[in-house]
């Protein structure tokens, strides 16, 4: 398993950012909500940084007829979007909230004796 250091943990709190260097990719690290996620900071469309995108619940709706959508809210699994042209991507998986068939890697992050890391979660290295 590979691990790159982030932060101290106790530091890291909700709304930080940071960007760390992983086996030769860049991954955007983010708390949100006392949670911390990581995911290629590379956005599949044209490149953006993902580390400066806005971070928020996902919209969703009922739809209650082809066309027609009833009750709009934000759920509580948050997304990032692109800051370049607004792509944007569930922070937990790395689907594109609008397109299924693209993903971006997401990571592990793990807390060790006070600071947090980010992993590439193969324990055979
Ligand atoms: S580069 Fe991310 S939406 Fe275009």
Excluded at 10 to 31: M, P, Q
Aim: with cysteine; glycine share 12%.
């Amino acid at each position: 398993m590979t691990r790159v250091r982030v932060a101290d943990a106790d530091a890291f709190d909700d709304g930080s950012r940071a960007v760390v260097t992983l086996n030769g990719h860049e991954i955007a690290v983010v708390n949100h909500d006392g949670e911390c996620y990581a995911i290629l900071n590379r956005c599949a469309h044209d490149g953006g940084s993902l580390d400066e995108g806005k971070v928020h619940g996902r919209l969703v709706a009922d739809v209650t007829e082809p066309g027609e959508r009833d009750v709009e809210r934000f759920c509580e699994d948050p997304s990032i979007t692109c800051p370049l042209h607004g792509w944007e991507y569930d922070l937990e998986t790395g689907v594109h909230v609008g397109d299924g068939g693209i993903q971006l890697p997401t990571f592990d992050v793990v807390e060790a004796d006070g600071d947090l890391y980010v992993t590439d979660g193969d324990a055979s290295d």
